[in-house]
């Protein structure tokens, strides 16, 4: 080969490999307890990042073998692990269902080294899961193995057939309604109104859950539209939420007051102690979608 061309042909290696390396994309992680959980709480967050290029990943620790009322065991495990796939698909991110039952997730060693080596695999910047206060004891204990995995992820010693990741991940809480033992804080708030009907068409491939399961357990299945389109809409007034005066602080922070004013969607994030603990430009470079 001629060395003009081994010349270009290294000008334009460096080139991409500057390019790339400027412009990396970022990894997200959603941890979430049950297939539909990463979904309704950071559904919109994360097609705003896909929509950027970024990576995204959402887990649920659980298989949802016990969310419903006729259906049960591994026939309900397999069609919800196949809507929470189409829910991926339908927000260009990844979705894995890991195969733990529902309804009786413990935070033991073999689910902690799993939950890390998953971090570690995704190469995490930003890990986002429940608070260890909420309700259902699955988000419970997800709660504890992602926190109990926040230091870990970057101890060699642990789990060593996994490589550490090098530079620890901002940990972050999904937005929850629980006062006690203290109240959620937004520290982050993302705009999700122009993602907002991408959202709930995720939502939607959740058959199992939002059109049977959830109205059948909160008394209120007749209620639910027979139509595709009519259960859409549905969903969307059910499920979009309100900005609350909190959710107004903060969106005024992140956008500024004018921008802020203009949201009608939006997802909450707490940060977690544990972990990286990002200043504001740290957060902005993490959330490229924060802009005033
Ligand atoms: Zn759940």
Known sequence: MKPIYL?????IFSTVHFSFSQNKPLQIIMIGAHPD???????????????????VKFISVTNGDAGHMEMGGGALAKRRTEEAKEAGRRLGIEYEVLDHHDGELLATLPVRLEIIRKIREWNADVVISHRSNDYHPDHRYTAILVQDAAFMVGVPNIAPDTPPLSKNPVFLYFQDNFQKPYPFRADIAVDITSVIDKKIYAMDAH???FYEWLPWIGNHES??????????????SKRSGQVNESAKVSLEKWYGPQKAAQVKYVELFEICEYGSQPNEAEIRRLFPMLKK
């Open 7 to 11: 010349f270009t042909l290294f000008f």
């Open 223 to 236: 209620e639910v539209p027979k139509t595709a389109e009519a259960r859409i809409d549905w969903l969307k």
């Open 37 to 55: 959980d990463c979904d309704i709480k950071g559904g919109g967050t994360a097609a705003l990042f896909a929509e950027m290029g970024h990576h």
């Open 207 to 209: 058959v199992s859950q």
